[in-house]
């Protein structure tokens, strides 16, 4: 690759760099503290105003992307290709079934708006979807098979490498605020269940969840 051809990948992998810094410092207690208290109305519209500056940031990112692909590095074929598109479409319907388990609107940030809630902190309750028993992030794993299984140009090997590295940090940090939060209840969780790889030997069973969820012990 020609060192022209590289300036643009050096680039996004900067954009990319910008725009999670800028996301993990707004989603900070800190910084919505230090905002909030300039501006106090900011408050109940913060997670609103939040995912909308989030979403119209990665504007930048994906036009470049499309302007800028890169090499061709591989390409998923024949059997290869149907195992990577079926992991795809296997994701993104880990993604919709999920959702149900979620307040979708309190995390678009609609239900804080329309309560006029002024508390900035994290207040969701402790809870275990059936893809929770088997990983602690099931939506970080699932973001994970679905960039891998695309095929790959430098845009995306890029975009792929920076996404991952991201979710790597940001479960951890994600992990630290919740042992805060919920103690020794989230510490047993984090026993018994991996982060993003899921592992056949390491889950709960549905009534275990059941037990960890309600502050009972767990048991074996």
Known sequence: MSETGLVPLALLAGLWLGYFLLHSAL???AVKRRLTG?????APRYRLLYNGLATLLLLPVLGLMWRFPGPML???RGAWGWLADGLALAAIAGFLWTLRYYRGMDFLGLAQWRRGEQSIAD???FCLSPLHRWVRHPWYALGLVLIWSRDMSGS???SAAAISGYLLVGSWLEEQRLCRQFG???AEYRRR????IPR???HLSREQASRLVGGEPVGH
């Open 38 to 42: 300039r501006w106090p109305g900011l």
């Open 184 to 186: 020794a209840r989230y």
């Open 193 to 196: 269940v991996p982060g993003l």
């Open 156 to 158: 995306w090997l890029v």
């Open 74 to 76: 591989w390409q998923w």
């Open 27 to 29: 989603a900070s207690l």
């Open 200 to 202: 056949p030997w390491r």
């Open 123 to 125: 207040t969701e309750d």
